[in-house]
């Protein structure tokens, strides 16, 4: 696998476009097999605790020494192989092809915080609007049905979120103002419309998307 790899990543690009179409969806197809592969392997190493008996203090810190992954890709992979492991129909579907990475990655995330017994509930809801929405719509589901079959835990994640809001602001070296912050759901909603109210608006001829052209 990692000669065939090698030899197709370091293989001459071909001239035509049309042909980097076909090869581009070929790859992509064949990157969320090898995802689902590896989802596999690595919940098997999380199960047994291998990663610590090769010196790691996690199998999340063994994704991110070994792999060279970062810590937010780590952790993605981490709930995949977890929830993946008991969400039989999700597995035998990526693993068909029939489901996208992504739309599986907002399956497992939102099982990801419900019991055994709550994802047995969650994962045909979940596969039935996989089938007719995309990645977006399944995680708002997610969300909803996280709401209704664990409030309380819904409540405790509303608390944390709540408590890791920040901003932070610098001078910039031009004389403007940046920085960065984290709101919790409900005042990212204000401030979403907020920014969708006073976006420049849309010219004739101007084909840019909104959130350009709130820049």
């Known amino acids: 696998m990692r000669e065939s790899a090698q030899a197709l990543a370091l293989a001459a690009l071909p001239d035509d476009a049309d042909i980097c179409v076909a090869e581009a969806e070929d790859l992509l197809f064949a990157r969320d097999r090898i995802t689902c592969a590896l989802a596999d392997r690595v919940g098997r190493v999380h199960v047994a605790g291998q990663a610590r008996q090769h010196g790691h203090a996690s199998t999340r810190s063994w994704l991110r020494t070994a792999a060279g992954m970062s810590v937010a890709g780590a952790g993605r992979l981490l709930t995949l192989a977890v929830e993946l492991a008991r969400l039989p129909r999700v597995r035998e579907k990526f693993a068909a092809g029939v489901l996208s990475a992504g739309v599986v990655e907002a399956i497992c995330t939102a099982t990801a915080r419900l019991s055994d017994e709550h994802a047995v509930l969650a994962e045909p809801i979940l596969l ?50 940046e920085g960065e912050f984290y709101l919790p759901r409900e005042a990212a909603a204000r401030l979403r419309a907020l920014l969708d109210a006073y976006a420049k608006p849309r010219a004739e001829g101007d084909d840019r998307p909104l959130r350009v052209r709130q820049v």
């Open 128 to 177: 039935e609007l996989a089938g007719k929405a995309g990645p977006a719509e399944v995680a708002k589901a997610g969300r909803y049905l996280r709401a209704v079959l664990d409030p309380d835990g819904e409540e405790r994640d509303e608390r944390a979120d709540y408590g890791r809001r920040f901003l932070r602001v610098r001078p910039t070296a031009g004389g403007g103002l």
